[in-house]
């Protein structure tokens, strides 16, 4: 099953790049299922589920992890449905079609990740973080935006893209501002941000 496994999501990467599909690069993944090991994380929200990869990814984890993941786009969401249904996964990935910032979400989780429209992560943190446990962690990726947050804004020739990266700034402005939590970001694969909820104490 490991190898079937392994050539399932071989295929699923291939039809992403073939596609044009963001989806997160290997030095992220490798790095969020590393985290959620690590930490022992048993239940995640996804915001942006694209064709399921990360959610897939996530999943294969650990037996016991729940993903309850959200797509807004019909046709990315009917793939990640293929995808998880190839790999066996329905009984531990739920997937949602809906706008994530009309969706309503009950439960709590130890881990939410955020990967989708880069323009809307501030409303999607503040929308979604009262779903998260105590110590909880909100994950965030593509804080570099393909390197382009890090480059002078004038060198960008896109308005909207100009747009979408002094966004991402607002964003890692309002982290290292929120003093309920302790956010680092990683240089890792387009740059992933972790922000760890504090204890009442502030700890």
């Not at 071989?10 to 989806?23: D, F, S, V």
């Not at 929120?178 to 680092?184: G, L, R």
């Amino acid at each position: 099953m490991v190898n079937n496994n392994y050539a399932l999501i071989k295929e699923i990467k291939q039809y992403a790049l073939e596609n044009k599909i963001p989806i997160m690069q290997n030095e992220g993944i490798d790095f969020l299922t590393t985290f959620i090991i690590k930490h022992q994380i048993k239940n995640v929200l996804e915001i942006g589920s694209a064709i399921g990869y990360s959610a897939i990814m996530m999943s294969l984890c650990s037996p016991d992890l729940k993903v309850t993941t959200i797509e807004r786009d019909e046709q990315r969401y009917l793939e990640a449905v293929r995808n998880i249904k190839k790999l066996k996964l329905e009984d531990h990935i739920t997937l949602i079609f809906n706008d994530a910032l009309k969706t309503k979400i009950d439960g709590k989780f130890d881990l939410i990740f955020i990967d989708a429209a880069k323009a809307q992560n501030i409303k999607f943190f503040e929308l979604f973080e009262r779903n998260l446990n105590d110590n909880g962690y909100i994950i965030t990726d593509n804080m570099y935006f393909h390197g382009l947050v890090q480059k002078n804004e004038k060198e960008i020739k896109s308005r909207n893209v100009r747009g979408i990266v002094r966004k991402i700034k607002d964003y890692i402005s309002f982290l290292k501002s929120n003093e309920n939590y302790n956010t680092t970001i990683y240089d890792i694969g387009d740059g992933i941000a972790v922000s760890e909820k504090k204890t009442k104490e502030g700890v």
